[in-house]
């Protein structure tokens, strides 16, 4: 596992915002040219994909950074947010685990995110809490 550099953290905090169920960063510039950084988001409702999705781009944009390209923001189930060296996928739950990323990016080296607390999953969360 390696640490998170520093260019990755404003991109990176806004997820912990909104409480997704899990979130997975994988360093992928080893095995692709078109990207660095993949992060895989896993919301629990496409409400929750929607809203955690705008939240994202809003926060960046704020931060003047904005987004090569977004697809599947406002459908929710599968959301994509390209900023060129960092791609972030949110993830309704059945989508995440149909699409299975984590198990595409096998080969990739994972990204400590261990210090924007990430909190587990749980069967107890109340998609209307975030």
């Known amino acids: 596992m390696i640490a998170v550099q520093e260019e990755y953290i404003p991109y990176l905090a806004p997820i912990f915002d909104r409480k997704p169920k899990s979130v997975v960063a994988l360093m992928v510039s080893q095995l692709t040219s078109y990207t660095d950084m993949v992060v895989i988001v896993e919301a629990g409702s496409s409400r929750q994909v929607t809203s955690l999705s705008e939240h994202i781009i809003k926060s960046l944009k704020n931060a003047k950074i904005k987004a090569i390209g977004t697809e599947g923001v406002k459908e929710g189930q599968w959301a994509l947010l390209d900023f060129g060296h960092l791609i972030i996928h949110v993830f ?5 685990a149909f699409y299975d990323l984590e198990g595409l990016w096998s080969d990739a080296e994972p990204v400590d995110i261990s210090r924007f607390g990430s909190q587990p999953a749980t069967d107890m969360e109340d998609d209307d809490e975030f």
């Open 92 to 96: 309704e739950s059945e989508a995440k």
